[in-house]
């Protein structure tokens, strides 16, 4: 059962932006620290950048420029901004977090994983 829920992917032109959202899905309701993953097909899943819930940011060293994550809506809602897209960047992007807070206020450790959203670029 996926805890959180990826939007925003879907088909755009090399060059393009475009923005990714990760809210919390079921009973979840903030993020605590928190990453966007990609994988491409046929590759290994590969960090793209992580937050923690005071909004402190890092990323590998390849994403660096072109992708930007942040948060919204206080602690609920982790976003990535993809600007400059290439066809190398055409791959499945997945959300997770390291543990959550549900309506109660209980903590549920993670990881927390999406379903993934899909985001392909044409040449």
């Known amino acids: 059962q996926a805890h959180l829920v990826e939007s925003g992917g879907g088909l755009v032109q090399t060059g393009g932006s475009l923005g990714l959202s990760c809210a919390p899905s079921?009973?979840?309701?903030?993020?605590?620290?928190a990453s966007w993953y990609r994988q491409i097909a046929g590759k290994q899943r590969e960090l793209v950048a992580n937050?923690?819930?005071?909004?402190?940011?890092a990323y590998a060293d390849y994403f660096k420029g072109r992708f930007a994550i942040t948060r919204s809506n206080g602690p609920n809602t982790v976003s990535m901004q993809i600007k400059n897209l290439k066809p190398e960047d055409t791959a499945v992007y997945y959300c997770?977090?390291?543990?959550?807070?549900?309506?109660?206020?209980?903590?549920?450790?993670?990881?927390?994983w999406g379903q993934g959203t899909l985001v392909a670029v044409s040449s």
């Open positions: 997770k977090s390291d543990g959550a807070w549900d309506y109660g206020g209980g903590y549920l450790p993670g990881p927390h």
């Open positions: 079921g009973n979840i309701f903030s993020i605590d620290f």
């Open positions: 937050i923690t819930r005071g909004g402190v940011k």
